[in-house]
C-alpha cells in the first residue's frame, strides 16, 4: 500500500491555542485527501474532503472556521484545530487517493490532547 | 453507499483461519466491497477489496456470494498481531464516490 505521514504523532496543547497537522502522501500525488476524525472506542467519522487547489468540503457538523484545511500541494494537506477546547481532544487521521477509481490510503494518525 | 452489518466481536485462535462476515444486502452494481482493518492506535490499514469475483492478495482473501449480499473476510492463519477492528465498506468508486463510511466493524481478538 501507499505510504502516508502524519506530523505530528500526537500533540498536547492549551485551550485555546491552535494546532497544525500535516498528512503528506508520499508515493503519489493525491488529487483527494481526507480528513477523519474518532473519538475514544468509537468509529472513523469523516470531517473533510479536501482536493488539491480547491476549497475542502465539509461534513455536516463540522464547523470549517474551526477546522481549517489547507491543500497547498497534491502530496500536502494540513488540518489547523483553531482554538481548541478539550473537546476537541480526538485521534485525527488522514487519507489519501490518487483518483477516485483508486484505494484510499490512510495516515498513522495525531493524537490530540487539549488540557 | 450502501450499509454493512458486521459482527461486533469474534474470537480466534492463533493459527487458524479467521473467517470475518459482512452483510451489505443493499449493495448496488457500482459498488465494491472494501475491507479495513485498525489496529490499537494506529491509522485504518488497507486488505482487500473486490466487485463480484473472489479476491486473493498476500494478506487475506476475499469471498464474495453470487448475488453480493454478504461476503467474507478470510485471514487464512491469524496471528497475535492481527487482532484489530476490521471493517467491512461498501463504497462506489464513481467520481462522486470516493468517500469510505466506517460503520463499527468486528473486533477481532486472536488468541495464543
Known amino acids: 500500500g501507499a505510504v502516508v505521514s502524519q506530523h505530528p504523532s500526537w500533540v498536547i496543547c492549551k485551550s485555546g491555542t491552535s494546532v497544525k497537522i500535516e498528512c503528506r502522501s508520499l508515493?503519489?500525488?493525491?488529487?483527494?485527501m481526507f480528513w477523519y476524525r474518532q473519538f475514544p472506542k468509537q468509529s472513523l467519522m469523516l470531517m473533510a474532503t479536501?482536493?488539491?487547489?480547491?476549497?475542502?468540503?465539509?461534513e455536516q457538523g463540522v464547523e470549517k472556521d474551526k477546522f481549517l484545511i489547507n491543500h497547498a500541494s497534491l502530496t500536502l494537506s494540513t488540518l489547523t484545530v483553531t482554538s481548541a477546547h478539550p473537546e476537541d481532544s480526538s485521534f485525527y487521521i488522514c487519507?489519501?487517493?490518487?483518483?477516485?477509481?483508486?484505494?484510499?490510503?490512510f495516515g498513522p494518525g495525531t493524537r490530540l490532547l487539549v488540557l | 453507499d450502501a450499509k454493512t452489518t458486521q459482527p461486533t466481536s469474534m474470537d480466534c485462535a492463533e493459527g487458524r483461519a479467521a473467517n470475518l462476515p459482512c452483510n451489505h444486502s443493499?449493495?448496488?452494481?457500482?459498488?465494491?466491497v472494501y475491507w479495513y482493518r485498525q489496529i490499537h492506535s494506529q491509522g485504518p490499514q488497507y486488505i482487500i477489496h473486490?466487485?463480484?469475483n473472489n479476491e486473493t492478495n498476500e494478506m487475506a482473501s476475499l469471498i464474495i456470494t453470487e448475488d453480493r449480499k454478504s461476503s467474507t473476510l478470510i485471514l487464512p492463519h491469524a496471528t497475535l498481531r492481527d487482532t484489530a477492528v476490521y471493517y467491512c465498506?461498501?463504497?462506489?468508486?464513481?467520481?462522486?464516490?470516493?468517500?469510505?463510511?466506517f460503520g463499527e466493524g468486528t473486533q477481532l481478538t486472536v488468541n495464543p
Open positions: 487519507s489519501v487517493i490518487r483518483n477516485s477509481q483508486e484505494t484510499q490510503y
Open positions: 508515493d503519489f500525488q493525491a488529487t483527494t
Open positions: 479536501s482536493n488539491e487547489g480547491s476549497k475542502a468540503t465539509y
Open positions: 443493499t449493495i448496488s452494481g457500482n459498488e465494491y
Open positions: 473486490g466487485l463480484k
Open positions: 465498506i461498501v463504497r462506489d468508486r464513481g467520481t462522486s464516490g470516493s468517500r469510505l463510511t
